[in-house]
């Protein structure tokens, strides 16, 4: 079965460069959510779309900024680079749960970007 | 405001032999709890998740899960373990009808490791 793709899968920056980091949902998904996990860390929500619409917004920089397009997938871009961003971002998608109860979607997680920031 | 927790940072348990790992959670309103497992440097892969109905879940690779609305807690289950289980496992959890794209609250993570 396709999974979530996300690409890079590695990525090494230098402090104040920015990054792109790219997610390409399961086929039919519709929604797309960003997370940050950090060295020996649980992750933590960034942001995440419905419907190309920012639906919910977490611990995310301002230097960070992202977007889904009209194909679903999304891009999350970061700039100003700190060592701090040294992390692994992961990318889950999921479509509408079909129980009827709002918000049952699960999320399926990507590999993930691992991303150094020298 | 939602929050889960996983008291237990290792387990460790011979092969073949029954497994936990504890969650507890902290949700407004009915939660809709989830349980991921991830192995070195890979994502996570979605394990089993409670909504509603039966207490006790069963997913993927023999693991089940059982929910006590009155403890709060989410236990993560396996009759027999193996040295494969071997991994970091997160609980995770967020409130029902709390819109569509909401984010998950995730545990810190209890590793696992099963000895021969």
């Known amino acids: 079965a396709a999974g979530v793709i996300q690409s890079p899968r590695h990525l090494i920056k230098e402090k104040r460069e920015t990054a792109t980091l790219k997610c390409y949902p399961i086929?039919?998904?519709?929604?797309v959510y960003w997370y940050q996990q950090g060295p020996g860390q649980d992750p933590q929500f960034l942001i995440s779309f419905y419907e190309k619409m920012q639906s919910d917004k977490g611990s995310i920089p301002d230097r960070f900024s992202a977007q889904q397009f009209s194909d679903y997938h999304s891009e999350l871009n970061m700039s100003s680079l700190e060592l701090g961003d040294s992390a692994l971002y992961f990318c889950?998608?999921?479509?509408?749960?079909?129980?009827?109860?709002?918000?049952?979607?699960?999320?399926?997680f990507g590999p993930g970007t691992r991303l150094t920031v020298l | 405001a939602q929050s889960v927790a996983q008291p237990e940072d290792q387990v460790n348990v011979a092969e073949g032999n029954p497994l936990t790992v504890k969650c507890t959670y902290s949700?407004?309103?009915?939660?809709?709890l989830f349980w991921y497992v991830q192995y070195p440097n890979r994502g996570l892969q979605f394990l089993l998740k409670y909504i509603t109905g039966d207490n006790l879940v069963k997913g993927s690779y023999g693991f089940e899960a059982e929910f006590n609305k009155s403890q709060t807690s989410f236990h993560l289950k396996k009759p027999s373990a193996l040295v494969s289980d071997s991994a970091l496992y997160f609980c995770a959890g967020r409130a029902l009808n709390t819109g569509t794209a909401s984010k998950l609250t995730f545990g810190t993570g209890t590793r696992l490791q099963v000895t021969l």
């Open positions: 949700v407004s309103g009915n939660p809709y």
């Open positions: 889950a998608s999921s479509s509408p749960g079909t129980s009827g109860i709002r918000g049952t979607d699960t999320q399926y």
């Open positions: 086929p039919r998904h519709d929604t």
